[in-house]
């Protein structure tokens, strides 16, 4: 699993605009567990793909985005306090 | 290495507040990378620790914290891309 965190500049129209096809991506991706932060299952070459399309939206000056891996076992490594936005992503697997 | 990422609801004064003693605590435990991002190096007792405090300072029903846990080869298991907010916090130790 990768963790995606994005911090995109949002003081500004542009801002906003890039926030929008930044999240967008992303979603296409993963599943949203925090207003800025995707766990997105990717192998490799699609990994590859959205660092690509995330790299040519945002504004390297003002934007940033730091991904995560947290390897197969990911589910092990996560915990939470407070309100569950998520679900486990493979779920939609089991029929 | 523990990563933080918290999404506080900031609709009304007492998220705000909220949201500032939060960024408090983590600033306390590691390194901020991104806005609601934290970089922490924290042994067992330390998590523990600042999982308590932050458990007492959210709103359950509105805010959501999460911790991922990265292992102590964090730093190969980490990309960016955009603007550069951290750094090593270990390069603290040399000297």
Not at 2 to 29: F, H, M, W
Not at 56 to 65: A, G, L, V, Y
Not at 79 to 89: A, D, H, P, R, V
């Amino acid at each position: 699993m990768v963790l995606i965190t994005y911090d995109v500049g949002t003081d500004s129209p542009e801002g906003k605009k890039r926030l929008r096809k930044v999240a967008k991506q992303c979603v296409n991706y993963g599943q949203r567990v925090q207003n800025s932060v995707f766990e997105c299952l990717l192998d490799p070459a699609q990994f590859s793909v959205l660092k690509h399309k995330l790299d040519k939206i945002i504004d390297k000056e003002k934007d940033s985005i730091r991904f995560y891996f947290l390897g197969n076992k990911w589910e092990k490594h996560i915990e939470y306090i407070g309100k569950l936005t998520s679900f486990n992503m493979e779920d939609e697997l089991i029929i």
